[in-house]
């Protein structure tokens, strides 16, 4: 069975940091992502890795804030988040299994997990 695991969501201040972890069970993946979503509003991409580490994209709203790095021994994808914003607050979930920015080109998500940025 094929798991996405995201961790590390929680509540935060206006410029303070937090880290997300997915760790993939049941398969290897070669291209990861993030995206976030509020109620109401669509999935919005985030970034995304390749599966070398080499390649990786971000959404303009989180370029020179984000970083996304993977660790392939333990199968695993993060997200850091620094100097954090009020506008960054959604359900951040974890994907796998394409390269892309549109979300409906990716079969494989986590549960999702929480990010709030008070201000």
């Known amino acids: 069975q094929v798991q996405l695991a995201e961790s590390g969501g929680g509540l935060v201040q206006a410029g303070g940091s937090l880290r997300l972890s997915c760790a993939a069970s049941?398969?290897?993946?070669?291209?990861y992502a993030w995206f976030r979503q509020n109620p109401g509003k669509e999935r919005e991409f985030v970034a995304h890795?390749?599966?070398?580490?080499?390649?990786?994209l971000f959404a303009d709203s989180v370029k020179g804030r984000f970083t996304i790095s993977r660790d392939n021994g333990k199968n695993t994808v993060y997200l850091q988040m620094n100097s954090l914003k009020p506008e960054d607050t959604a359900v951040y979930y974890c994907?796998?299994?394409?390269?892309?920015?549109?979300?409906?080109?990716?079969?494989?998500w986590g549960q999702g997990t929480q990010v709030t940025v008070s201000s």
């Open positions: 994907a796998a299994g394409a390269f892309s920015t549109r979300w409906l080109d990716y079969d494989y």
């Open positions: 049941g398969r290897t993946f070669n291209n």
């Open positions: 890795i390749s599966g070398s580490g080499d390649s990786t």
